[in-house]
């Protein structure tokens, strides 16, 4: 007999007799988490947590005149940075997601559509002069950076609630209806 036909005939056999012992046959082999894996499963995790603060905010009516769209953005950012007083840059990029996107990044513009990557990117003006803070405002003026497929695909996907942009040469998580900057990860962008 084959040896997998008889591995095969002893476990039916044990589990038709009911045999515990055939558990410890073959141990189980649990394959590892990545580094990547876990610190993108955390990332991922905090993005979900904040959209239950960010959900659990009151809204109001829309409205499709200008200045009350501003005002109302205005006015869930300031609850959500009271929602987030204590908000620092890691909350969402811990220094392990950090490693994990900064790798991901800098392979992409490595890669052999690295001038498309960067052309993408660098279509906006880079904002001269303009220091990130964690729940600051994204500027106003600023194009909404759009990030090539090609590195979308190999970061977590997110929620239509939040996006990534890229200032200068910085990686930002962002609120897109309250326009706030969640977290960042300073040059991570070449």
Do not use: C
């Not at 997110?158 to 890229?166: F, K, M, T």
């Amino acid at each position: 007999m084959q040896p997998d036909r008889l591995l095969r005939a002893v476990v039916f056999s044990a589990l038709l007799a009911g045999t515990p012992w055939i558990v410890r046959l073959a141990p189980a082999q649990v394959e590892p988490a990545s580094a990547e894996a876990a610190a993108f499963h955390e990332f991922t995790e905090r993005v979900e947590q904040y959209l239950k603060l960010q959900k659990a905010m009151p809204r109001l009516r829309t409205t499709k005149n200008r200045k009350e769209i501003v005002e109302r953005r205005h006015a869930l950012a300031e609850k959500i940075r009271e929602a987030r007083a204590s908000a620092k840059p890691g909350d969402f990029f811990t220094p392990a997601a950090s490693v994990e996107f900064r790798r991901v990044i800098q392979s992409a513009f490595k890669g052999p559509r690295a001038h498309d990557v960067r052309k993408t990117i660098r279509e906006g003006e880079p904002l001269q002069g303009w220091h990130l803070s964690v729940n600051g405002d994204y500027p106003e003026h600023l194009p909404m950076t759009t990030l090539p497929p090609t590195l979308l695909l190999h970061l977590p996907q997110l929620p239509s609630e939040v996006a990534y942009r890229i200032i200068g040469h910085d990686f930002v998580l962002q609120d897109k209806e309250a326009r706030l900057i969640l977290d960042f990860i300073v040059g991570a962008v070449p």
